[in-house]
């Protein structure tokens, strides 16, 4: 069997462990030979590969990113994409693919797989941890870590200055690294996509923090909005899944709190860094299970299925239940911070 493997959407650390497992354990125990596709679903698209062998993955494990390239390529959208698709497969020889992704590389995975027979496997990507099927995603530990690492840093030279310190931080839909990161940096002030915020709320909490001397830190997500507003974007191109880019809200509630307050608010958007860099021991271990079941699951024909943690156990779902609904965070979590607020 030759078995096609691929990662789309943003990068993040543990992509590469996730194809060192799957290519180490095809050949090693199965047999299978491998073909790396670039670029996403740009590759199968076009017909793009690199060689994915037992050499090609030696020394990968600790690296960040992806050896295959990634992309935001949407092959639904694209002239003629899945007989192209389909085409390509055919010629290079390949029966089975593995798709590492997040909520779009793997909905397109699911529609090739229950629509027009493209036989899939899907593993959960992305550093949101927003896919509900799983308990976890790789990616999302060394992103809270290296946000939380941050945190850290900057609490140190707000309170050198007394001055208001606002970090944007990921998540579009889900606030979980907020809120992880959050928690574990001592933030006095966390807001997230699932929660609108009432800015007054906000300014009260910060200035509390400044009648004891403390200068406050308000840890922010990318999509988290206002009671009375819209989400802030950078600007209204959308991507082929229909993606807005973000980024944005962090430096408008710096300037709104220091209007308001009267206090000096300075914004540290974390942005990429969050993606990028050596994956924790944590997201190692997961990317590792996930490539070893997924090729597992190649093996034993379970196409149009994702591989994805539950407790210890890694299982196998439907890719289409597990791109249904985004794993969003609960209400009774984040009241737990309030403690912490103001």
């Known amino acids: 069997m030759r078995v096609g493997v691929l990662t789309g959407g943003g990068d993040c650390p543990g992509l590469n462990a996730v194809i060192r497992a799957v290519v180490r354990k095809g050949v090693q125990q199965y047999g299978f030979d491998f073909t790396g596709f670039r670029d996403g679903w740009r590759g199968p698209l076009e017909g793009s590969t690199v060689p994915l062998d037992i050499p090609a993955v030696r020394g990968i494990l600790p690296r960040g990113g992806t050896i295959l390239g990634s992309s935001r390529t949407n092959p639904l959208k694209a002239e003629n994409g899945i007989r192209r698709i389909k085409d390509n497969l055919t010629k290079l020889e390949v029966d089975a693919l593995i798709a590492i992704g997040g909520e779009d590389t793997l909905g397109v995975?699911?529609?090739?797989?229950?629509?027009?027979?493209?036989?899939?496997?899907?593993?959960?990507?992305?550093?949101?941890?927003?896919?509900?099927?799983?308990?976890?995603?790789?990616?999302?530990?060394?992103?809270?870590?290296?946000?939380?690492?941050?945190?850290?840093?900057?609490?140190?030279?707000?309170?050198?200055?007394?001055?208001?310190?606002?970090?944007?931080?990921?998540?579009?839909?889900?606030?979980?690294?907020?809120?992880?990161?959050?928690?574990?940096?001592?933030?006095?002030?966390?807001?997230?996509?699932?929660?609108?915020?009432?800015?007054?709320?906000?300014?009260?909490?910060?200035?509390?923090?400044?009648?004891?001397?403390?200068?406050?830190?308000?840890?922010?997500?990318?999509?988290?909005?206002?009671?009375?507003?819209?989400?802030?974007?950078?600007?209204?191109?959308?991507?082929?899944?229909?993606?807005?880019?973000?980024?944005?809200?962090?430096?408008?509630?710096?300037?709104?709190?220091?209007?308001?307050?009267?206090?000096?608010a300075r914004t540290t958007v974390l942005g990429h860094v969050q993606r990028g860099g050596t994956p924790s021991a944590f997201d190692r271990w997961l990317a590792t299970r996930f490539g070893l079941h997924a090729i597992e699951a190649v093996r034993d024909g379970a196409f149009g299925h994702m591989v994805a943690l539950r407790g210890t156990e890694i299982v196998r779902v439907p890719l289409a239940d597990a791109t249904a609904r985004l794993k969003t965070v609960d209400p009774r979590l984040y009241a737990e911070a309030d403690v912490f607020f103001g």
Not at 110 to 138: H, M, Q, W
Not at 199 to 227: D, L, N
């Open 109 to 264: 995975a699911a529609r090739l797989a229950d629509e027009y027979g493209v036989r899939c496997v899907g593993v959960p990507k992305t550093i949101d941890n927003d896919l509900s099927a799983t308990d976890y995603t790789f990616g999302f530990d060394t992103a809270v870590n290296i946000a939380t690492e941050a945190i850290d840093r900057l609490h140190t030279t707000a309170e050198s200055h007394m001055r208001v310190l606002v970090v944007e931080v990921m998540g579009r839909h889900a606030g979980w690294i907020a809120l992880h990161s959050g928690l574990a940096g001592g933030a006095n002030v966390i807001l997230i996509p699932e929660q609108r915020f009432d800015i007054e709320q906000v300014c009260a909490w910060v200035e509390s923090r400044f009648k004891i001397r403390y200068a406050p830190i308000v840890v922010v997500a990318e999509g988290a909005m206002p009671k009375d507003g819209e989400m802030v974007l950078k600007d209204s191109t959308t991507d082929s899944f229909g993606h807005v880019r973000l980024s944005g809200v962090g430096e408008w509630l710096a300037k709104e709190i220091e209007s308001r307050t009267g206090k000096e």
